[in-house]
């Protein structure tokens, strides 16, 4: 998806892509130095490529240039944590499908934000990450101080629940709910971008949300 670049880019480029590097490489990257827990490595990979991938693609009123820099940033921090320790590869091939989901589906609220704000669009993409990665960090640090149902609200859970059984092969049968709802709200989200200023299809997405967080939620609580 293509918007205009004057009505979409950032208000503060150098500003926006400084986040874009922070969220998605320097913050990421820090946990993973820090870290010795497979699943603390595996959510700094996931909020590390939405970072990365939702707030460049409201930077760049671009799609495609969210999805890249996410695919980008999510290999670079894949690579750190091999090195680091982290185990070999369970299934490369679903990692590359989780990934590629993963990416669209963050790419795609971030061209929605660009195409509702303009160019304050990436500001709101900042705040989205920085509140998702606080839930999911607190609770990777401190087990128990978010219910499971919160967690399963959050695409950036999804992505590490589908990240983390390609990774390090555990939490397999919520891999594919995981997927699938990343990739049925990236449907939904760029259906809302498509049609803006339309409201109604934010019902849609709204609806779309929420039932395939109730299906994650109900494949991982079964697992737990």
Do not use: C, N
């Not at 944590?81 to 590629?100: D, F, Q, S, Y």
């Not at 999911?136 to 059984?165: D, H």
């Not at 990774?167 to 049968?173: K, S, Y």
Request: net charge positive.
């Amino acid at each position: 998806m293509k918007f205009l670049p004057e009505h979409h880019v950032a208000d503060r480029p150098l500003l926006a892509w400084l986040a874009v590097a922070f969220a998605g490489v320097v913050a990421p990257a820090s946990v993973l130095l820090m870290t010795s827990e497979a699943s603390a490595a595996v959510a700094s990979v996931a909020l590390g490529m939405m970072g990365a991938g939702m707030i460049a693609a409201a930077a760049a009123g671009r799609l495609a240039v969210g999805v890249v820099v996410a695919l980008l940033a999510g290999a670079g921090l894949v690579l750190l944590a091999r090195g680091l320790g982290l185990p070999a590869l369970h299934a490369p091939a679903a990692l590359a499908l989780a990934a590629i989901v993963a990416s669209i589906s963050f790419a795609a609220r971030g061209s929605l934000f660009a195409r509702s704000a303009a160019a304050r669009g990436w500001w709101i993409a900042v705040a989205v990450v920085a509140g998702e990665a606080a839930v999911l960090l607190t609770a990777a640090a401190m087990p128990g101080a978010w219910p499971g149902w919160v967690l399963a609200l959050l695409p950036a859970q999804w992505a590490t629940l589908a990240l983390q059984a390609a990774l390090t092969g555990t939490g397999a049968p919520v891999a594919s709910a995981a997927l699938v709802a990343l990739g049925g709200t990236a449907a939904a989200t760029l259906l809302v971008a498509r049609l803006w200023p339309r409201r109604w299809p934010y019902l849609i997405m709204f609806t779309t949300w929420l039932g395939l967080s109730a299906l994650v939620w109900e494949r991982w609580s079964a697992a737990l």
